[in-house]
Each structure stands twice: as C-alpha cells, then as structure tokens.
C-alpha cells in the first residue's frame, strides 16, 4: 500500500480522473464544464508539491466534493480549494463559496460580508443586534473584527459580527497548524497566510448554519467542509462537555450492535428448545430456574448475565461488530500500538478530533484503514503530540 502511494501519484490520480466513471460523474454534475474541471484539478495538483505526495484518493474525493456543488476549486478564485493535511487531501470551502451557494436558493435579496476597522462597530441595538457604520470602514487600515448580514426576501434580516479577539480564540482553539505557527513564528496554514479570509469564511459559515436557508447544497457544504482529515474543524457549538456527551452515546451503542451478543442475551431459551424438548417447559420459569438446574450443565447460560462478561464483550464489538469493519487487522494494530504506549483510548479520541481526523461524536473505529495504519507507523511522533 505505501509502495502504492510512492510511485507516481500523478500519474494515479489522472488515471482515476480519466476513468468513465469519474467523467461520468462529472458530466452529470457539470455538463460540458467537465473536461475543464478535469483539467484545473491536475493543475493544482501539479502546482502544489504537497499536494503530489497526497493520497489520490482523497484529492479525487475532494475534487467531487466541489464538483458536486458546483464550485470552481482555483486557490485565487476564493470559493473553495482542495488542500493538503499531511499525505491526504481535504475539501475547504472559502467564504466566496457560502456566499455562492445562499445566493442560488434566490432567498435572499441582499448580502454583503467585510472586515471591520476602528470605528465603524457602534455596539449593540436593543435587540442584540451589532450596529455598524459602513461609511466608517476603511479597507486600508487593519481590521478590529468582521462582520456578515443578509436580508431575505422576506424581509427578515441578520447582522453577524465577530472581533478580531474572538475570530483569534476560535483558530487558535480549532486549529492545531494555527497554534504550531503561533508557536514557532511560522506561516504554514491558511489561518496564518490569509487570516482576513479564513476570519470571513468563519463568521458567514456560522451564521448561515444558525439563521440561513439550509438548501441541500449548503448542508453539504456545511458537512463536507474540512471533513477529511482536516487539521481545523469549524464546528460551532462543540468544546468538552458536547464531545463527552456523545462519546457516552457512542459507547452506549456499542454493546447493542454487535453480531453475536444480542443473539445471546435476547433469546437464550430459543437454541436450547431445539436441543431439547423439556427445556421448553422451562421457558415459562423466569431466569432463576434455569440458573439453579441449568448452571452445573451449561456454562454459557450463566455467564451473560455478570458484569465481568459484559465487560468483556464491549471491546470485541468494538473491533468486529461495528457494521462489519474491513480492516479489523489495522483497528487491532492502531489499538495495541496507543496501549503499549501507554495512550487512553479516550485521550487518543480528544487528539484526533482536535487535529481534525475525526468530528464529535466519532469513535477511534471511524477513521479510516489508513488512518489507522498512519497512527502506528508514526505513534512515537502521535504519542509526543498528545504528551
């Protein structure tokens, strides 16, 4: 597999883009545009040297991804990019993007997003609404905070404004590449490169998730934006209590879905009527008679019921009830690689949502095969990360 991804990946990847069925794809989504679209993907890859030594699956789920919706994916375009984390590729929405897709539901008769400068923010109405004098900004001065509001059709009308201090605190608590460059005075992420943009992006996508129309192409949007494997995961509404309370519910569902258990809780009296035929007499009788007359003979029977057996069954549904995992093996290695390590599953969890692998709510289960793979090759690296 890692031979695989070292020879030529270009080369990969423009046999995949090239396959009927992808032109197929394409064709359906973007009519004759498709060779066109075609053409710009293998452009950027071939200008991006990260993106080269990307996995071309990914950049070939990307580049659907915009298709898709429809979005041209040029980096000085603004409306959405296909952007290399490590040796995958995800799919980001730029802000010009949002604003492209509220625009096509034909909802909404005005729009207008822009940095704010000093000035022109006048508080609040007596409703919580931020007031802004637009004739107050300057788009050469520094920028103090940013600001979205829309009028619909119907006359209902929104103005979003975050500070500049709050759009900070959002990357650095989202963004682990945003908080490396804050720390070692580089500018390797989108955050420290085109803040203005990403602080815009930030303030519009969260508005329209609270108070937009949620058309069918904006609710993909709003799902597959940084969605692979992305190192910043704008997720309002997230932060310690929310992800604890859905990874309860995740374990909760656990012991419920694997292929055997069940089949031996639920209906323990079912084989043994058809071994025996005097056992169905004893169907009638709660549990406790087949305890005392039943325990010395059949092993099994009894044991279900402790908790100690119970304990025992939430890991396998972990590794093989899940659905039916295709790559068991790699979800086994990933898991005895954090524990020789000495590494919580749930510190383990906390790290890949932070780093974007994973969205609230996931499990380890969820990554993908070579995610998984990718964790213990480089656990030592993973394991100094989450120290």
């Not at 209590?241 to 569902?253: A, F, G, M």
Request: proline fraction near 7%; aromatic fraction near 8%.
């Amino acid at each position: 597999m890692a031979d695989m991804m070292k020879v030529n990946p270009q080369t990969q990847l423009k046999k995949m883009m090239d396959s009927e069925s992808v032109q197929a794809r394409l064709k359906e989504c973007l009519g004759k545009h498709s060779q066109q679209f075609t053409s710009s993907v293998l452009a950027v890859v071939n200008d991006n040297k990260l993106l080269q030594n990307a996995d071309p699956k990914t950049i070939l789920t990307s580049a659907m991804t915009a298709a898709t919706l429809n979005l041209p994916i040029q980096k000085d375009l603004g409306f959405a990019w296909i952007v290399p984390y490590k040796t995958v590729a995800q799919f980001q929405m730029g802000y010009k993007g949002y604003i492209q897709l509220a625009m096509r539901t034909g909802q909404y008769s005005r729009m207008n997003a822009t940095a704010v400068t000093e000035g022109a923010f006048k508080g609040y109405d007596d409703m919580g609404e931020p007031m802004i004098d637009w004739a107050k900004i300057d788009p050469d001065e520094d920028a103090v905070g940013y600001v979205f509001a829309f009028r619909m059709v119907n006359g209902f009308t929104k103005v979003e404004y975050w500070s500049r201090k709050k759009v900070e605190a959002h990357a650095m608590r989202y963004s682990q590449a945003y908080r490396y460059d804050k720390t070692n005075g580089r500018q390797s992420c989108p955050w420290s490169t085109d803040f203005d943009q990403m602080a815009l992006k930030t303030v519009i996508k969260n508005t329209l998730s609270k108070w937009g129309i949620l058309s069918v192409e904006m609710q993909k949007a709003l799902a597959e934006d940084q969605s692979v494997d992305g190192e910043y995961v704008d997720n309002p509404g997230s932060g310690p209590s929310s992800r604890r309370s859905k990874l309860e519910q995740s374990i909760d569902v656990t012991p419920e879905t694997p292929d055997e258990p069940p089949s031996s809780d639920p209906e323990p009296k079912k084989p043994a009527a058809k071994k025996e035929e005097p056992k169905a007499k004893e169907e009638k009788p709660e549990p406790k008679k087949e305890e005392k007359k039943e325990a010395p003979k059949e092993k099994p029977k009894p044991k279900p019921e402790p908790d100690p057996k119970d304990e025992k069954k939430e890991p396998e549904g972990e590794d093989d009830g899940q659905g039916g995992l295709p790559f068991g093996d790699a979800y086994t290695d990933m898991m005895n690689a954090l524990d020789d390590k000495g590494v919580d599953p749930e510190e383990a969890l906390n790290a890949f949502v932070s780093n974007g692998w994973l969205d609230d709510g996931q499990a380890l289960k969820d990554l993908s095969e070579s995610q998984m793979k990718q964790v213990v090759e480089h656990i030592d690296e993973f394991v100094a990360e989450i120290k």
